[in-house]
């Protein structure tokens, strides 16, 4: 475990706090794509050796997590003309305290799993950050009322479970056919998430999630 | 190439989308019946897949993609002519998202690798997102956001069940590639906790996109604001897809010895999914919303099926066969009846048996089969897991099972009866036409040789992908 992807960590960290106490979606689309980039840069510095597949697949990774997928999302809330979250479900000093909670939470749980298979302690920040991002990508999915917020929490439980699959699974950093064929849902994922939500802007005149409970038994 | 069942509506997708609509049209039948002739090879076995790593020709997935294709060809007689009757803005893109549509089911089907099978199942959700959002009124709109966000954020967890998976293989030193098959064949050496862990997180994102309560919230909506059509591949041939990714981990869990854990969770899963739907059932508004929690009752019937085993998978299998045949039906019926009345609600329905004679003989013949009455398939498959379960001595669970059953037949009879007989006076919007009603006939009546007469292959392909885990006709 090197020094630098320990920084890394440290940033994904950082930028996941800063995500729950924004409140400016501007910032909170800039703020994604910086975890975008920061969590598609870890697996270079936790690999010994480096093959012209891996260094490939992290352009495209950056590519993707870093600039396409948070283009998009910028797109559509410049197109959507709103500029910030009000009335959150549960506020942003609240939110924060429950980031701060959710490190403390996988900080228990990580060290549970590590000593429980005594497996090697050298991914444990590893691991520790993806389930405090994958916990707080469901919390913002939850806690927040625009449409928006709700695919930037969507974005940052992926990034989460990215950073799960870089912690466990060995084998799947070879397949590289099969690491793309998950970005490509995500990215069409985003995209048809973001059309959708231009057609409820232009329907609604909002993107408030409120609006959408006509249909209940 | 067994792929070409993906490839080709792909590639005909493409075109279909840049093509008039009158070519697009034709384009949409021709490509079910290719697919369907190039499965019906697949099932002769001639032939085999061209990417043996990722795809495989296993029994199961067999069943479902002959399923899907089958009812596929005559939802697409049958969407022909209902978009001649209605106003779609997006036409090409209706076309071209049906074609990719199945394309995603059909690598759901072959998927061997548990990440190609998640990024199947994921496409399936992306490109029938469209269809829902076809007409582009505020409710449609709503379903879609809720389909794909929930749909989206469940099969987001299964993906870190694939993870799960592959530590246990970490944990257990076994060196095999991710898939199902060379899993199944080292499943004991696997480290039980991930194996556990893996299964309830694969369980909980497939079991959503499957509609398996509670986490079946998105599929009333989905289909009943999804053009008639669509909500008929949804039920019939989607939620098979999303049964086949909850099926293969069970089988992993009881190649691992681990089944008596994965089948209490699905028994589970099952009936609390069947007496969501008979609470929902029985005081609803909306048909196409019966329908759809008809459609959460049946897949609760084959979750239950698969967790009792033995004889019981079998009637499961059966089951989802039959439940594809006769709700795809019903959904086709539901179209003439949308035309016809111009209003999703059940109170402003009545006297089909006048009005629309034929599609209420399409209508009423599905509710008695989906209710469970011979001569249609689902009696028989009812009574074997029923059958199978009394032979495991699951009292308690079977009993329950029968009072879902009695309760969703008690609500929706009521609702039926209404539409049916009930007092109507207004004019009729849109008048029935043979090309919307000879598709659920035809699809009614496979249910009924197929309770007659199974053919020896598809009887013996039911056995091999049960076999694995422990699933026979011998009790």
């Not at chain 2, 997708?13 to 049209?25: D, E, H, S, T």
């Not at chain 2, 196409?288 to 009792?308: P, Q, T």
Request: glycine fraction near 8%.
């Amino acid at each position: 475990m090197s020094a630098i992807s320990d920084a890394l960590l440290a940033l994904t960290l950082l930028s996941v706090l800063l995500s729950l106490a924004s409140h400016r979606l501007l910032a909170l689309v800039k703020i994604m794509a910086f975890q975008g980039i920061v969590v598609s840069l870890i697996p270079l510095f936790l690999e010994q050796h480096m093959t012209m597949g891996s260094i490939l697949m992290l352009q495209v990774l950056i590519l993707m997590k870093g600039f396409l997928i948070p283009g998009f999302i910028y797109v559509a809330v410049k197109k959507i003309k709103i500029r910030r979250e009000i009335e959150p479900i549960i506020g942003y000093h609240a939110s924060l305290f429950a980031g701060l909670f959710f490190i403390l939470i996988s900080a228990f749980i990580a060290d549970r799993i590590y000593t429980a298979h005594s497996l090697p302690k050298e991914h444990v920040l590893l691991m520790i950050t993806a389930i405090t991002t994958l916990a707080s990508g469901l919390f913002l999915l939850m806690s927040r009322h625009k449409a928006i917020t709700q695919v930037i929490g969507y974005l940052m439980m992926e990034n989460g479970i990215y950073l799960f699959g870089t912690a466990l699974a060995k084998q799947t950093h070879t397949q590289y056919l099969v690491e793309f064929g998950v970005l490509l849902d995500l990215l069409v994922g985003i995209m048809i998430m973001g059309i959708v939500l231009n057609n409820i802007n232009s329907s609604f005149d909002s993107v408030d999630t409120k609006l959408l409970g006509q249909l209940k038994d | 190439m067994l792929e070409f069942t993906c490839l080709i509506p792909l590639f005909t997708g493409i075109i279909a989308m840049f093509l008039p609509v009158k070519f697009g049209r034709g384009i949409l039948v021709v490509t079910a019946i290719l697919h369907l002739q190039i499965t019906v090879l697949a099932w002769m076995g001639k032939i085999t897949p061209g990417l043996p790593q990722y795809f495989s020709a296993s029994p199961e997935g067999l069943l479902v993609l002959l399923v899907a294709s089958f009812i596929f060809l005559f939802i697409s007689i049958y969407a022909v002519s209902y978009m001649s009757e209605t106003e779609i803005t997006s036409e090409p893109i209706y076309i071209g998202c049906t074609l990719f549509f199945l394309s995603s089911m059909s690598m759901v089907a072959l998927a061997d690798h548990l990440v190609v099978l998640w990024i199947a199942i994921e496409a399936t959700t992306l490109m029938s997102a469209p269809l829902i959002f076809l007409h582009r009124s505020k409710s449609a709109l709503e379903a879609t956001w809720k389909y794909v966000l929930i749909c989206s954020v469940g099969i987001a967890l299964a993906l870190l069940g694939c993870f799960f998976i592959v530590l246990s293989m970490d944990i257990g030193n076994v060196e095999v590639p991710i898939t199902f098959s060379a899993l199944g064949a080292v499943a004991t050496q696997l480290d039980p906790i991930w194996l556990k862990a893996g299964f309830i997180f694969l369980v909980i994102g497939y079991g959503t996109k499957m509609g398996l309560a509670p986490m079946h919230t998105w599929l009333p909506d989905a289909h009943s604001e999804a053009p008639s059509p669509a909500s008929a591949l949804l039920s019939g041939a989607l939620l098979n897809c999303a049964f086949l990714g909850v099926y293969r981990s069970h089988r992993l869990m009881y190649q691992a010895g681990l089944g008596d854990f994965s089948s209490n969770i699905l028994i589970g899963l099952g009936l609390l999914s069947m007496l969501i739907a008979a609470i929902f059932i029985f005081n609803q508004t909306g048909y196409k919303r019966m329908l759809a929690y008809s459609s959460v009752e049946n897949m609760g019937i084959i979750a239950f099926g698969v967790g009792i085993g033995g004889l019981a998978t079998y009637g499961a299998m059966l089951h989802l066969i039959h439940h594809s045949l006769i709700k795809s039906s019903l959904f086709l019926s539901s179209g003439n009846i949308l035309l016809g009345y111009g209003s999703k609600l059940i109170s402003k329905t009545g006297n089909m048996a006048r009005l629309f004679p034929k599609t209420f003989i399409a209508f009423f013949a599905g509710f008695a089969g989906i209710s469970g009455f011979p001569p249609f398939g689902i009696f028989v498959s009812e009574l074997l897991i029923i059958m199978g379960a009394f032979q495991q001595g699951r009292i308690i669970s079977v009993s329950i099972f029968i009072l879902a059953l009695i309760l969703i037949f008690a609500g929706a009879s009521r609702l039926v009866m209404k539409m049916s007989f009930g007092a109507w006076n207004n004019e009729i919007l849109i008048d029935e036409k043979m090309a919307r009603v000879l598709p659920s006939y035809a699809l009614l009546l496979t249910s009924i040789i197929l309770c007659v007469w199974l053919p020896d292959s598809l009887y013996q392909t039911i056995l091999s992908a049960i076999a694995t885990i422990g699933g026979t006709v011998h009790g």
